[in-house]
């Protein structure tokens, strides 16, 4: 089993910046990509960013050259950093994580970290 635990979640005033962090935990081999996915109240759950294990990123149209991906393959941690947020960038964020074993996809959801963005 793969823990996932959030941090970095609070309330930041709009234009600010907010780092989350997700470290992945327990048997966590063959662990491909990690990413965040959010969502806001009244809303489906969105992609904002994904990273795979060999660095290749993707993100939401919606947060492109406003939030950074990175990952840390040694310390099995995730990163977002979210400048420039706006108010609807608020919602809940949540640490993912998959791989493939066996032929078997599986997928990891942390418990999730509130983003707010108001003034």
């Known amino acids: 089993q793969v823990q996932l635990v959030e941090s970095g979640g609070g309330l930041v005033q709009p234009g600010g910046s907010l780092r989350l962090s997700c470290a992945a935990s327990?048997?966590?081999?063959?662990?491909?990509?990690m990413g965040w996915y959010r969502q806001a109240p009244g809303k489906q759950r969105e992609l904002v960013a994904v990273?795979?294990?060999?660095?290749?990123?993707n993100y939401a149209d919606s947060v492109k050259g406003r939030f950074t991906i990175s990952r840390d393959n040694a310390k099995n941690t995730v990163y977002l950093q979210m400048n420039s947020l706006k108010p609807e960038d608020t919602a809940v964020y949540y640490c993912?994580?998959?791989?493939?074993?066996?032929?078997?996809?599986?997928?990891?959801w942390g418990q999730g970290t509130q983003v707010t963005v108001s003034s």
């Open positions: 993912y994580a998959d791989r493939v074993l066996a032929g078997t996809p599986y997928d990891y």
């Open positions: 327990g048997s966590i081999f063959s662990i491909n990509a």
């Open positions: 990273i795979s294990s060999g660095g290749r990123t």
